[in-house]
């Protein structure tokens, strides 16, 4: 797998998971309340995609194969070409 295709797995992947467990509370009530905003559910959203990421990267330094969770077993290398 080429690095471009790897990092774009590797950003979308805490995207997707917190857009699931977004739609999860949502649909099992646990939203505050019809009042809610959509800049609240957005916010929820971003925190839950940022603590997945960082949770996994923070797990990956112990257990390496962790990293599969974000779509890829290893971040992507660049060269300065």
């Given at each position: ?23 999860i ?5 646990i939203?505050i309340?019809d ?5 609240a ?16 990267r923070w797990l990956?330094?112990?257990?390496p ?17």
């Open positions: 797998m080429n690095n471009y295709v790897k990092s774009h797995i590797r950003t979308l992947s805490p995207i997707i998971v917190g857009y699931v467990v977004t739609w509370a949502a649909n099992a009530n939203i309340s009042s809610t905003s959509a800049s559910t957005l916010a929820l959203m971003s925190a839950l995609t940022a603590g997945y990421y960082i949770a996994v990956g330094r112990t257990w194969q962790m990293e599969r969770l974000l779509g890829a077993a290893s971040a992507p290398t660049y060269s300065d070409s």
